[in-house]
């Protein structure tokens, strides 16, 4: 998407991989930060999009004040000039209306964009409980496609470790020790970065409570259909500072995103693989 357009993205950080020592790191580098791209620039699509459609219906209001005012269609060359005047005034809207977002805050940004959308939702009763589901969706998948982002960053990094030869495969007795197979859930990635690597600062960042939160939320979001299960609720200690907000639920009710939340939560698992790439970089 445009940077023209990217109303509500997470930022991510530079991906310059030049301060990187190994090539395996530079490729996780590489592979990571495509990979998030695309989750926050799925994320941030439909205000872009409603930012967009919004200009589009004040070029057509300025057509029709036109109008108004005694310019007629059958004008000659009324067509001709109508046309690229209103696309210009949704361009010069556009580029305003980006000047705006880059001076204003995220939250006090989707709060406007929220506002707007309730009023339309006035005109349009009727797709008031899709559009909140679709919603949900939305950021439900997002979720479920940032886990995805760590699982993949986590996987290459370890293999990238064995290929660099500075690290064996696990052995026998490694497994004893508690390694898991594959690299599919947060405890697997903790433990086989604990055992191979054996470093503490590795293991503060994957034991940090967003990594728990993003992983719990997608459990419950990609394996029952965003209904709170009791392994989730029994979970939420793990993280209490981001999923405290669930504290009163009960099971078999819908766990329900915000849009803060998962900004929030995006930001902070994005920025803990950065990290992640800068600490294994250093060991091999």
């Known amino acids: 998407m445009p940077d023209t357009f990217q109303v509500i993205a997470v930022k991510l950080p530079d991906p310059d ?49 036109m109008e108004f005012h005694g310019v007629h269609p059958e004008t000659e060359g009324y067509w001709d000039k109508l046309v690229p005047r209103a696309l210009d005034h949704v361009r010069n809207k556009v580029l305003k209306s980006r000047n705006h977002i880059e001076s204003t805050s995220p939250e006090r940004l989707a709060e406007t964009l929220i506002g707007y959308g309730n009023d339309l939702m006035q005109m349009c009763p009727n797709f008031e409980y899709s559009t909140a589901k679709s919603a949900q969706h939305l950021l439900g998948a997002t979720i479920v496609a940032a886990w995805g982002c760590l699982e993949v960053l986590t996987e290459q990094l370890s293999e990238g470790a064995v290929a660099s030869l500075k690290f064996p495969e696990f052995t026998p007795q490694d497994r004893r020790d508690g390694v898991k197979k594959g690299y599919r859930s947060r405890l697997a ?10 470093d503490v600062d590795i293991s503060r960042i994957l034991d940090d409570p967003a990594f728990s939160a993003l992983s719990l939320l997608r459990n419950v979001m990609a394996h029952n259909a965003a209904i709170a299960d009791q392994e989730f609720l029994d979970s939420l200690q793990e993280s209490p500072a ?35 790439i800068v600490r294994v970089d250093r060991k091999l």
């Open 189 to 198: 990635i903790r433990e086989n970065f604990r055992i191979r690597f054996k």
């Open 242 to 276: 981001w999923l405290g907000g669930y504290a009163s639920l009960e099971k078999g009710k819908p766990v329900v995103l915000t849009g803060r939340l998962v900004y929030e939560l995006l930001e902070k698992t994005f920025s803990l693989g950065y990290d992640l």
């Open 17 to 65: 991989g030049s301060k990187l020592q190994s090539k395996y790191a530079k490729d996780a580098l590489r592979t990571f930060h495509a990979n998030a791209e695309r989750c926050v620039s799925l994320s941030g699509f439909p205000a872009a999009a409603f930012m967009i459609g919004m200009s589009w219906s004040l070029a057509l209001q300025h057509i029709g004040e």
